[in-house]
Nanobody, 122 residues
Framework: QVQLVESGGGLVQPGGSLRLSCVVSGNIFRINDMGWYRQAPGNKREWVAAVTSGGNTNYPDSVKGRFTISRDNAKNTVYLQMNGLKPDDTAVYYC????????????????WGQGTQVTVSS
């Protein structure tokens, strides 16, 4: 069983910062790509940031320069540092991990966390 648990969400004023964390646990062989997504009420889930197993990162234009994704492989954790937050950033933020599992058969599967609420408001 693989679990992803996010933390760090909350209420912040426009221009403020938050740091989200996501810990991956379970019977996994390797964590491959990891990413953050968000979903605002009435909207589709959208991609926010991605980091490969080698540390390469990528962002959509909407958050580039404001958000930074990083990972600590020793802790099976991915982070999302969010600076310069705007009201449009308000959403539930989800982390996603592509993991390699050895048993009962070797396979790569994607798992999602339960989400953490980020609200940007004055």
């Amino acid at each position: 069983q693989v679990q992803l648990v996010e933390s760090g969400g909350g209420l912040v004023q426009p221009g403020g910062s938050l740091r989200l964390s996501c810990v991956v646990s379970g019977n996994i062989f390797r964590i491959n790509d990891m990413g953050w997504y968000r979903q605002a009420p009435g909207n589709k889930r959208e991609w926010v940031a991605a980091v490969t197993s080698g540390g390469n990162t990528n962002y959509p234009d909407s958050v580039k320069g404001r958000f930074t994704i990083s990972r600590d492989n020793a802790k099976n954790t991915v982070y999302l540092q969010m600076n310069g937050l705007k009201p449009d950033d308000t959403a539930v933020y989800y982390c996603k991990a592509d993991v390699t599992i050895l048993l009962p058969i070797t396979r790569v599967a994607s798992y999602w966390g339960q989400g953490t609420q980020v609200t940007v408001s004055s």
